[in-house]
């Protein structure tokens, strides 16, 4: 088995597990391995584990929320030296978790997998949230919580804030509701990581490294019926005829809207017209 093969093969074992026992930034360096499988990941693993045992030893005794985030943040921003990229924010190699750690820069969702690594290691309760267009956190304490926003060194931003930067990726009339500060799994996390690469792929017409992308993404998270739904219009288009069956009929085996279901059993007619 090659290395690239044992990597696809550690994702797919991810992709049986509960969510609560997928280990995020483990997972998301497999992710990133398999663009350079050859790459020894142990200085990665060994980086993470400094950073858990650091939050853990001090950490733990922290109890008062605003005093958590203070300390994750000097951790994350001013010990290990990270920052949010904002000079090459669109490089892909943002959402490289390898890469990130290498240069100490990336997008809101690789620093954010980062942050949380750290605040659980010292057994705070954190979450990703579904913020739409720039990913963003919130911790807990008993009754406490507070949002934060890891690409700005673990900013805390309040309702007005957010409002702000909604309207911001949203448009003018975009309003704050409740789905939009609310908690994402570690699935979604990832997801969102590698959408982020995936989206730069298709907007440079790259069909190709985004069915690539769409590959890994379903292995990870086989319950999720987009991701199915996008590999198999994508595998069509990229003349993956046999893939892109599979991926169809897998989506429509998920309780789907019904305009989407006619969309794909169309599609997937048109495949096996074409293959006759």
Not at 103 to 116: C, D, T
Not at 219 to 236: H, I, M, N, R, Y
Request: proline share 3%.
């Amino acid at each position: 088995m090659s290395e690239k093969q044992a990597l696809l093969a550690t994702l797919e074992g991810v992709g049986q597990l509960e969510d609560e026992a997928l280990e995020l930034a483990e997972t998301a360096l497999i992710l990133s391995a398999l663009d350079n499988p050859k790459l020894v990941l142990d200085p990665y693993r060994q980086h993470l584990k400094n950073m858990a045992v650091e939050a853990a030893n001090i950490g733990c005794d922290i109890e008062r929320l605003e005093a958590r985030v203070t300390f994750i943040n000097r951790l994350l921003f001013e010990t290990h030296g990270y920052v949010g990229d904002t000079e090459d924010y669109d490089n892909p190699n943002n959402a490289n978790l390898l890469h990130v750690i290498d240069n100490r820069a990336g997008l809101p969702v690789s620093i954010g997998i980062l942050y949380i690594h750290c605040a659980r290691a010292a057994q705070y309760d954190i979450a990703g949230l579904a913020f739409p267009g720039h990913f963003l956190l919130r911790m807990s304490a008993g009754a406490e919580r507070t949002i934060l926003d890891p690409f700005h060194a673990g900013q805390t931003l309040e309702a007005g804030h957010l409002r702000d930067l909604l309207k911001q990726f949203m448009g003018a009339d975009a309003e704050l509701m409740p789905r939009h500060h609310a908690a994402v799994g570690n699935r979604d996390i990832l997801l969102r990581l590698v959408n982020n690469i995936k989206s730069r792929a298709l907007r440079d017409n790259n069909t190709t490294r985004a069915v690539q992308l769409l590959e890994r993404m379903v292995l990870f998270a086989p319950k999720t019926a987009d991701v199915w739904q996008e590999l198999g219009v994508l595998s069509a288009h990229s003349g993956k005829l046999r893939q892109a069956i599979h991926a169809l009929e897998t989506f429509l085996d998920f309780d789907v809207p019904d305009h989407e279901k006619r969309a794909a059993e169309t599609l997937l007619k048109q495949i096996k017209t074409s293959m006759n």
